[in-house]
């Protein structure tokens, strides 16, 4: 069996002999008489327990943790003595080798040349100097110099992999030989394809089947593995109980007739509960985090011009495949995206704050209480419907609907995909979300206040409108703006429903495209994770995030003081 | 239960003679036995209210007079603001309650299909235990009766109205120059005083009051006691409290539940000092409740 496994289950018996041990010896110690002592006999009980288990286990989960990346760590250290010799041969080629070198030379100069070029069309560009023959002449010459440096790295690149080939095939292969290749292989790849590498060493330690890739090298560095993880497993196993042990003889020692071992649970609970819900913050921090470092990434790739990504009214993210090429910067004008979420919020919004706040009100003060036992959990079906559901509704049922009525009516632009049908379907999707809360609010009116105003005669609707609706008024605005925060994030229904056009439109008909689609767009597929097209997706995360930080922290803010008012 | 005392069981609408006391139901003409000079205002007959299968109140009949104040006394439980919720059809907000039996005011009857409980209430104001001024200003809370009822043409009517109301409730010197404030605002004696007010402004026949300083200080206490007494003059009042001494202090007829039946009813001084009743006499000398 699994030795981990059998050291989790040594600890688990560990631990219940831990707590019988602690509950027998309070029972001695208080002379079988339980009220003696100073806790419960069962908390002696937990008390030892808890010596017992938590370490150790514990060390089972530090060792969960960074166990694979210790003996990777000591592997590669491994590869790279052996791979030294192979790489040091490498290099020294590389220093000898005249072709090389003089291809080295070139490029610096090539590069010089274009740095040179790019200078000067900058120059003139940013002092607007007269100069549009020396201008044009530049902007000629650019290409062919940029791409005389392109077959420059390329012809120094086909050489040092020549090089690299002769190293590699002229290594023995025998015996320490491959490991030796593997690790001369491994430092010659490029960052990205190391952990690929890593895969499949650990692959041939382990499991034969999960490798990609089958070579002598890869199996002569997978066998390194094995003794590393051995030796860790085992002494993280045999540590483990020895903790345990040690946790035992300690507390047991500690068990008396006064000993306050509830206090000490009571301790080791509070403990627990602050690591959980330190868990739960530092995970919040960490995505906020990244979302923070990732946009200023973007924002550097754009020059520090928020105030285009924030103002500007043009978004094609389309950026130059190849990094030198002229005015393939992309356009990050943020704006349509805005008015499209902001389009989509508001037709949303007019369709879910009506019906979901009257439904409220007649639930919670017209309905009898049968009708409310039945349409209640029928309106909170909604909820539960995947949003991808409400998405290829939109599309497949409201979006053509809507574009016949718009072309019957003699609209002719009318599209299947518009701001219009992902509004009404989020409108729906949202209903039971605003009649939920708003019906709990509703419901939170002191009654006294209902039969004040029934007491002067008036009626059902009039005690609505005049009493219970202004009472409850902070609360449906809380809810009303926690809606919007839901609408704004919303991404399935408008992925599917809206479209992706960047349209700067009110036109309820067109299609418009939301933050959250051109984040799924953008991020979706193969992607390189350092161009401006990609990180400005964790600019419009992060401009979303703020966005719905601050309606949720308003919402919150009315809700709570509205229940100061009535509690 | 049947007995020699001044007692509901002979006000069952037979007009069954009992001692000194008259029950009649006749007509809003007659006088009070109790009072003497002062007219019947309300008059009950064998009232019977159910809270879903549970019966709240046992055949309750008793005669309340007018221009004066009538307390209802009793332990927790035992119908005392069930029975008062009679009187302006409250319990028909409550879906489970049944009510039968005969209330009447000036002689008409409360309980009859064609009586519209919201012209009803209009006639009898209620003021509940917990102040409950509405989310609104102080002007408003008062405007909020003469507002839905459609008593003033214009803003100078409702003007006059909210004035004399907060004068008749005695707050007008305190709030005259911030009636714009929210009436939640106002301390809570006030806010009681703020209630009154807008019941008044309606200018309603009768008062309910449901422990009406039940949730006040002793000062403010006072302060109520001393408008509820005022307010006698033009009103019926008719009041529940838990305070045997508010009941002996403002109330003229006094009238003693238990578990849901009517056992004693006659002047308030008469009740303190020598109730006929033990179960009065053991309820007033706080032997339990």
């Known amino acids: ?567 | 239960m049947r007995s020699q005392f001044i007692c509901v069981d002979a006000l069952n609408g037979d007009g069954k003679l009992v001692d000194d006391y008259t029950p009649t139901a006749k007509s809003g003409a007659t006088y009070h036995p109790l009072t003497g000079n002062l007219p019947i205002k309300v008059a009950t007959t064998g009232v019977d209210v159910f809270y879903a299968d549970k019966q709240a109140l046992f055949d309750v009949s008793l005669d309340i007079p007018d221009r004066s104040v009538t307390a209802f006394i009793g332990p927790s439980g035992c119908g005392k603001s069930t029975f008062l919720r009679c009187m302006n059809r409250m319990n028909d907000t409550i879906d489970t309650a049944k009510v039968t039996g005969s209330v009447r005011i000036d002689g008409e009857e409360v309980n009859d299909r064609s009586v519209d409980p919201v012209v009803l209430r209009a006639r009898v104001g209620m003021v509940f235990q917990k102040p409950n001024p509405f989310p609104k200003s102080i002007y408003d809370n008062v405007a909020y009766g003469p507002r839905i009822h459609g008593l003033a043409e214009n803003k100078e009517e409702h003007d006059a109205i909210v004035e004399t109301a907060l004068r008749k409730a005695g707050l007008w010197e305190e709030v005259a120059d911030r009636l714009d404030l929210p009436g939640t605002a106002l301390s809570g004696g006030q806010q009681q005083r703020l209630v009154i007010a807008r019941a008044i402004a309606v200018n309603p026949e009768v008062i309910l009051m449901d422990e009406p300083c039940s949730a006040l200080d002793p000062i403010a206490t006072a302060r109520i006691e001393e408008l509820i007494d005022e307010l006698r003059e033009n009103y019926c009042i008719i009041m529940v409290t838990h305070s045997m001494a508010q009941a002996a202090r403002v109330s003229q007829s006094t009238a003693f539940f238990h578990l849901g039946r009517l056992v004693e009813y006659g002047p308030t001084e008469e009740i303190f000092t020598n109730p006929k009743d033990t179960r009065t006499q053991d309820y007033i000398t706080g032997r339990f409740g």
Request: proline share 4%; with cysteine; aromatic share 8%.
């Open chain 1, 1 to 567: 069996m699994h030795i981990s496994l059998l050291t989790a289950l040594a600890l688990l018996v560990l631990t219940a002999i831990g707590f019988y041990i602690g509950r027998q010896r309070a029972y001695g110690a208080g002379r079988g008489r339980a009220a003696s002592l100073h806790s419960l006999p069962n908390y002696y009980g937990y008390y030892i327990a808890l010596w017992v288990g938590a370490p150790a286990f514990l060390l089972l989960a530090v060792y969960g943790v960074i166990g694979a990346g210790l003996v990777n760590m000591l592997v590669l250290k491994d590869l790279e003595r052996a791979g030294a010799p192979l790489v040091a041969q490498y290099e020294a080629q590389l220093d000898q080798d005249q072709l090389y070198q003089d291809l080295q030379e070139q490029l610096v100069q090539s590069t010089a040349e274009l740095e040179a070029v790019e200078r000067e069309i900058s120059y003139i560009r940013r002092e607007n100097t007269v100069q549009a023959e020396r201008y044009e002449d530049l902007r000629a010459r650019l290409p062919e110099v940029s791409s005389q440096r392109i077959s420059l790295i390329n012809q120094i690149d086909a050489r040092e992999e020549e090089i690299y080939l002769g190293v590699f095939q002229g290594a023995p292969v025998e015996g320490d030989g491959f490991t030796a290749r593997a690790g001369f292989e491994f430092s010659h790849l490029p960052p990205e394809r190391r952990q690929l590498y890593i895969s499949n060493m650990r692959a041939y330690a382990f499991d034969e089947a999960l490798a990609s890739r089958d070579t002598p090298e890869l199996r002569a560095a997978g066998a390194l593995f094995r003794p590393y993880h051995q030796i860790l497993r085992y002494s993280v196993a045999g540590l483990a109980l020895a903790l345990a042990l040690a946790g035992l003889v300690f507390s047991r020692g500690k068990i008396a007739k006064r000993f306050r071992a509830r206090n000490h649970v009571e301790k080791a609970l509070s403990l627990l509960l602050f690591a959980t819900s330190v868990i739960a913050v530092l995970t919040t921090l960490g995505i906020v985090c990244s979302l923070i470092f990732e946009s200023l990434r973007f924002f550097g790739a754009i020059d520090w011009r928020l105030h285009e990504f924030l103002l500007g009214l043009h978004w094609s993210p389309q950026v130059g495949i190849r990094s030198d090429q002229i005015g393939q910067s992309g356009a990050f004008g943020a704006v349509p995206l805005f008015a499209g979420t902001a389009l989509i919020t508001v037709i949303a919004m007019a369709v879910a704050v009506p019906i979901g706040l009257m439904s409220a009100i007649y639930l919670s003060e017209y309905a009898s209480p049968l009708m409310r036992s039945w349409a209640k959990p029928i309106l909170e079906v909604l909820a539960g419907i995947p949003t991808v559901v409400y998405g290829f509704f939109a599309l497949l049922t409201v979006g053509p609907f809507l574009r016949d009525v718009a072309l019957m009516l003699g609209y002719e632009n009318a599209a299947t995909q518009s701001a219009l049908s992902a509004g009404l379907v989020m409108g729906v999707m949202i209903i039971p979300f605003v009649s939920s809360l708003s019906d709990d609010v509703i419901n939170a009116v002191p009654q006294t206040l209902r039969d004040g105003s029934y007491a002067m005669g008036a009626t059902k609707s009039e005690t609505v409108r005049a009493v219970v609706l202004p009472a409850a008024l902070p609360g449906i605005v809380g809810a009303i703006l926690l809606a919007v925060s839901r609408a704004v994030g919303e991404t399935m229904i408008v992925v599917m429903a809206a479209g992706q056009g960047a349209n700067l439109t009110i036109n309820p008909l067109e299609s418009v495209t939301t933050i959250t689609v051109q984040i799924v767009a953008l991020l979706t597929g193969d992607q390189e994770f350092d161009s401006a097209k990609t990180l400005s997706a964790f600019a419009l995360g992060l401009v979303l995030f703020m966005l719905t930080l601050l309606l949720n922290i308003i919402a919150l803010r009315v809700v709570q003081r509205y229940r100061e008012k009535y509690d």
